[in-house]
């Protein structure tokens, strides 16, 4: 039983790293003049944001800049994988000690846990989905102050 509990936290572990490497960041930009542009985060530097589009890069100046709000593209299926991961470990755990009666180690005290890790492991999904889905937020108002404020925070997105 541990092989196979070892083997499945080995192989989320290795979907998840793959997923890293594939991932991007998503920006959302809503701007002074009421629009909103959604695309793939290129760079911020001191003359602006750049956004690439399906059809070309966007250039938008911090003073057109109304709230970045960026998320990486693939968060919530990462999260996800990492809930589920640690949502059947605790309740696997917490169904082990649960079930503490005269089966101890039997087949039906594994699969009594295994059942509760199963469950748990539902519950950590859609949390690690939710927790993915929540982008950071910065407020900018059109201001290049706040933006040049904000700079250092944005070379992390990058690439």
Do not use: C
Not at 119 to 146: E, N, Q, W
């Amino acid at each position: 039983m541990r092989a196979v509990v070892i083997t499945a936290v080995l192989l989320t572990a290795l979907v998840a790293k793959a997923q890293k490497r594939q991932s991007y960041y998503y920006a959302e930009i809503r701007l002074v003049n009421g629009e909103q542009v959604y695309g793939r985060w290129v760079y911020a530097d001191s003359a602006g944001v750049a956004i690439q589009l399906p059809a070309d890069t966007l250039l938008l100046k911090p003073e057109e800049v109304l709230q970045i709000n960026i998320r990486r593209s693939n968060a919530s299926v990462r999260y996800a994988l990492l809930g589920a991961a640690t949502g059947f470990a605790i309740g696997f755990g917490a169904g082990w000690l649960e079930y503490d009666d005269r089966h101890q180690g039997d087949i039906n005290h594994i699969g009594r846990a295994a059942g509760t890790g199963l469950l748990a492991s539902f519950v950590g999904a859609f949390a690690g989905f939710a927790y993915g889905r929540i982008p950071k937020d910065y407020h900018i108002g059109g201001s290049k102050m706040l933006y040049l404020r904000q700079l250092s925070r944005f070379r992390r997105f990058n690439h």
